[in-house]
């Protein structure tokens, strides 16, 4: 990251972001909501100041509420940068979501309920899911899968989904969910950086009523794979809509076959134990393999699903993000099950067949807490309030908020035409790393500021500093960072703890560097204003320009690539590529967004392409990106052009069509 980027939060250009520039007024909490609330102010001030003074008390009482199969002996050993929580425990995630409540004599409650695309219906009891994973966890075990082996997870967002994740964690097998967004290419990388054998598919998914082939995608990533030298040994296919797919005799098992009577025990782990990997995108083009471990992560998960957004007995809980982001893993499966509460899940499009299809949804399953995306939130805002009046949404009692930062206009459409006034917001900052929330209004304590996330979940301890790691003022903007470590941190990068240690605690010494900017009020309210690296949140995707800019220069009639974010009232960022040709070629721009789409993903497929004379450079040859994102923007360039080699360049590459 160059000191430019470093500086720019206080400088954002996010233009599409209207709260940088205004404090909207608060909305306090309504009182029916408060009355119920799981979380009161009183609470939150007292549980808040322990969490902060005496940390490993408060977390210790919270570790009570769960199993352990031995008990740890030490609440936190903290060698910044590397923590260990609850050392010396042994315990295990998918017991605590499963057998603890079956045990506890609450095997008929619905644990999930699951909508397909074609409206489909499936409901497991906490009986039900306990006897699918057990069998699960069986054939893993007969397909050669052991404690500590990396399974890679490509499937739909169906219930197979959530039984294999916790399948894997119940014998210690760490999963690395891809996301089925992804393409072939991508799948390949994150096999041989994990270093993953094993991989849980389905035939084929499906979304907007289009077949998604997930097998063979998968056959072609494991040829990919293996070309780098990742041996596969065993593949277990879903049987999910019943199509011809190729199994190759000996490596590629049916689910439904592979699944004998036989049930697994949930094994005792380390509190340490890997519990997962997700890869996300960082300032590089090489995705980070982030690690979450066992205890930490299982404790941050439910209180946070707990507090922030209020889970109880009587619920429908429905978080739309895909188990193949963070957000999917946390709150659509391990919060709500470790909680003992009832998740939903939907495999497909938010607006298939229609726009009204979400809200169609919570009016027959009753769905209580609505928990979403702001760019889903401005798809259905540009589609006005006619659909969701259509439709009974009286069940819901809760929403939130997440991914992004989410625009006032956007806040109070959801508050206003979704929440009929009488739902608490949350808007929910957090990330990949931090495994879950670190940063809302609780919604029973806080009155909730539009535009701003809130105040810090317990044990989280924001501040807002310069590069020289120097506090700023009440409303200045800086760094977001945290300076205590939490139970559902990330460990590290896999395989790479200096990584780890540079990007998160080596740009500003000692504290934990989020990669955002903030700006935090005199009365503690902090409001993101977005990344201050090369990184990329398009529709709440993360990407790396990096990595879009890798999978361009792949391409035979392209020299050089340079990607930017440019602001997009629905998806927040699209991307934005400027493309140098090798000399006497002409790139035919649909062509290259086809390309970006084979190789990574329909995700990374750039949404404007300039095939450029020239790129802005300075002298030493680095490629000025701020005065790109003006370009991209349509804003008129500013700031001092003259470390640029040929400043012309930017007049030039202004003038050219956008494709
Ligand atoms: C980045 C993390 C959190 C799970 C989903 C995304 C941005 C996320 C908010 C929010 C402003 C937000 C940040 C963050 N972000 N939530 N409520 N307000 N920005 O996880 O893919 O790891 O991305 O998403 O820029 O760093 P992720």
């Not at 499906?206 to 097998?215: H, I, M, V």
């Not at 997962?276 to 960082?282: K, N, P």
């Not at 969701?388 to 625009?407: K, M, Q």
Request: hydrophobic residues 40%; negative net charge; proline residues 6%.
């Amino acid at each position: 990251m160059s000191q430019s980027d470093l500086l720019r939060p206080n400088l954002p250009e996010q233009g599409s972001i209207e709260h940088i520039s205004r404090q909207e007024a608060r909305i306090p909490v309504p009182e029916a909501f408060a009355a119920q609330a799981n979380v009161t102010p009183g609470q939150y001030a007292e549980w808040y100041r322990e969490s902060i003074e005496s940390p490993e008390t408060f977390w210790d009482a919270r570790a009570k509420d769960f199993h352990w199969f031995q008990p740890y002996h030490r609440v936190l050993d903290w060698q910044p940068p590397f923590a260990q929580w609850f050392v010396g425990g042994q315990t295990n995630l998918s017991y605590n979501a499963l057998d603890r409540h079956v045990d506890a004599g609450r095997g008929d409650k619905r644990a999930l309920v699951w909508e397909g695309e074609e409206g489909e219906v499936r409901e497991y009891t906490y009986a039900q899911l306990l006897d699918e994973v057990s069998l699960t966890a069986a054939a893993l075990t007969r397909l050669g899968v052991k404690k500590g082996d990396r399974v890679t997870l490509y499937l739909p967002m169906i219930p197979e989904a959530v039984m294999a994740m916790l399948a894997c964690t119940r014998i210690g097998a760490p999963h690395t969910v891809v996301f089925g967004g992804f393409a072939a290419g991508a799948i390949a990388d994150r096999m041989v950086a994990a270093g993953s054998e094993f991989v849980i598919t389905a035939d084929i998914g499906q979304r907007k009523g289009e077949p998604l082939p997930l097998k063979s995608v998968v056959d072609e990533a494991i040829k990919l794979a293996e070309e780098q030298g990742q041996a596969v040994r065993g593949v277990l296919v879903v049987r999910h809509t019943g199509s011809d797919v190729t199994m190759q005799p000996g490596r590629d098992h049916w689910w439904h076959e592979a699944r004998t009577d036989e049930r697994e025990d949930a094994l005792p782990l380390d509190s340490e134990h890997p519990l997962f990997i997700l890869y996300t995108s960082g300032s590089t083009g090489k995705p980070k393999g982030i690690l979450h471990t066992t205890a930490g992560y299982m404790i941050g998960a439910a209180l946070s699903t707990y507090a922030a957004l209020d889970l109880k007995d009587h619920d429908l809980f429905w978080c739309t993000a895909d188990v193949g982001w963070i957000t999917g893993h946390t709150y659509s499966t391990y919060g709500p099950l470790l909680l003992g509460q009832t998740t939903f899940m939907y495999e497909g499009a938010h607006n298939y067949p229609h726009w009204g299809r979400f809200w169609d949804m919570i009016g027959r399953h009753g769905i209580t807490i609505l928990y979403t995306a702001p760019t889903a939130i401005r798809s259905f805002m540009r589609h006005g309030d006619d659909t969701p009046a259509e439709y009974d949404l009286s069940s819901l009692r809760l929403l939130g908020s997440v991914g992004e930062p989410i625009n006032p206009q956007a806040w109070h459409w959801y508050h206003r035409v979704i929440g009929a006034e009488r739902c608490p917001v949350v808007d929910t900052w957090w990330q990949t790393e931090t495994g879950s929330i670190m940063l809302t209004t609780l919604p029973g304590a806080h009155p909730a500021e539009p535009g701003t996330a809130g105040v810090p979940m317990f044990g989280i301890d924001p501040v807002i500093l310069n590069r020289e790691g120097e506090e700023m003022q009440a409303d200045e903007g800086g760094f977001l960072t945290l300076r205590q470590p939490w139970p559902s941190m990330l460990r590290t990068v896999y395989g790479d703890d200096e990584r780890y240690a540079k990007t998160y605690f080596g740009e500003i010494d000692g504290v934990y560097f989020a990669g955002d900017g903030a700006r935090r009020s005199e009365d503690g309210y902090v409001t993101v204003l977005g990344r201050v690296d090369d990184v990329l949140n398009v529709s709440g995707h993360r990407l790396s320009t990096a990595e879009v800019e890798s999978a361009l220069v792949a391409h035979p009639q392209v020299a050089e690539a340079a990607v930017v974010g440019k602001p997009d009232e629905m998806k927040g960022e699209s991307i934005f590529a400027f493309v140098l040709p090798q000399e006497g070629q002409t790139p035919d721009p649909q062509e290259l967004r086809q390309y970006v789409s084979d190789l990574i993903g329909k995700v990374a497929r750039p949404d404007h392409i300039v095939v450029a004379p020239a790129l802005p450079k300075t002298r030493s040859g680095k490629i000025m990106r701020r005065f790109l994102r003006q370009i991209a923007a349509g804003k008129s360039i500013e700031g001092d052009t003259s470390t640029l080699d040929d400043p012309s360049v930017l007049e030039r590459l202004a003038a050219t069509p956008v494709e």
